[in-house]
């Protein structure tokens, strides 16, 4: 399946975004949890690209397993970071090889100790650039973007944020993934600016489940996103006992994805860390569309 046909009149888009993991082991313990989460029947399952493509091959095998293991519509991650345009072609030839006909399409971050993005001698600097490539030379996949609703770290502004997503749209992408967010007005104000500048492809909301403070400071520190103080007051009050701030995350994301489902979002896309527990405790407490 197309995830540009996750979406839609009676239709649901649930997905899940995995990372590759580093070792034999972390493979063994990934498909061990996505026994729990595809038996929600997501509808595409993704996984991301490392830095400089360091796991291309990697997130291909991962990509590649899930689907033949599970049967699940898969997408990989695709940066810019690193690659020349071959490079590109290259990559989206074997995903094809592999059965792989979905793409979520990024400019990537800038390596670690980079203050800015470089393309390197024959790639592309702009995530419309590397969306723009694959829907004129393989219109066989289908097109993720990403979208902020708190606006890009890079962005000159919020107004600059949303016409480079416009730009993405209109180079053909299919669907726009947010990244993470935890206050629900934030996602809301930015589908109202995506419809007043003509967006009118899915705008997908993407939740984490908080399940560790120490770590979802560190992740939110790196994109961007502002933790509310209620949730870190609630968090730090169970220092000692992490399962304790399991419980108090798992709450908050309930709570989140239903009024998010109550808005009538075209689907959610959950950044599960490789983990099942707490997004599989989210999915059994809301009320999904019929």
Excluded: W
Aim: net charge negative.
């Amino acid at each position: 399946m197309r995830i540009a046909d996750a979406y839609g009149p009676g239709k649901f888009g649930l997905s899940f975004e995995l990372f590759p993991p580093k070792t034999p082991a972390g493979d063994e313990e990934l498909f061990r949890h996505l026994v729990d989460l595809v038996a929600f029947e997501p509808s595409f399952i993704t996984c991301t690209y490392g830095a400089l493509g360091s796991t291309r091959t990697k997130t291909l095998d991962v990509v590649e397993r899930v689907h033949r293991q599970f049967g699940c519509t898969v997408a990989t991650h695709l940066t810019c970071v690193g690659s020349t345009v071959d490079d590109l072609r290259a990559y989206l030839r074997d995903a094809l090889a592999r059965g792989v006909d979905n793409v979520v399409a990024l400019r990537g971050d800038p390596p670690r100790g980079d203050t800015q993005f470089q393309p390197v001698a024959g790639g592309l600097r702009y995530a419309n650039e590397l969306v723009g490539l694959i829907r004129g030379e393989f219109p066989q996949f289908s097109i993720a973007a990403a979208g902020y609703p708190e606006t890009h770290q890079e962005a000159a502004s919020p107004e600059a944020d949303l016409a480079n997503l416009k730009r993405k749209v209109d180079a053909g992408a299919d669907v726009v993934i947010t990244q993470l967010f935890y206050d629900n007005a934030d996602f809301f104000r930015f589908r109202e600016r995506c419809a007043a500048v003509g967006i009118a492809v899915p705008i997908v909301p993407g939740v984490l489940p908080v399940t560790n403070l120490a770590q979802i400071k560190r992740i939110t520190s790196m994109c961007g996103a502002r933790l509310p103080a209620g949730l870190v007051a609630a968090l730090e009050s169970h220092g000692e006992r992490p399962e304790d701030q399991f419980e108090v995350g798992v709450e908050f994301a309930t709570a989140q994805v239903q009024a998010l489902l109550d808005a009538d979002v075209p689907g959610v896309h959950f950044y599960v860390l490789n983990k099942s527990p707490a997004t599989c405790r989210v999915l059994r407490a809301v009320t999904r569309p019929a």
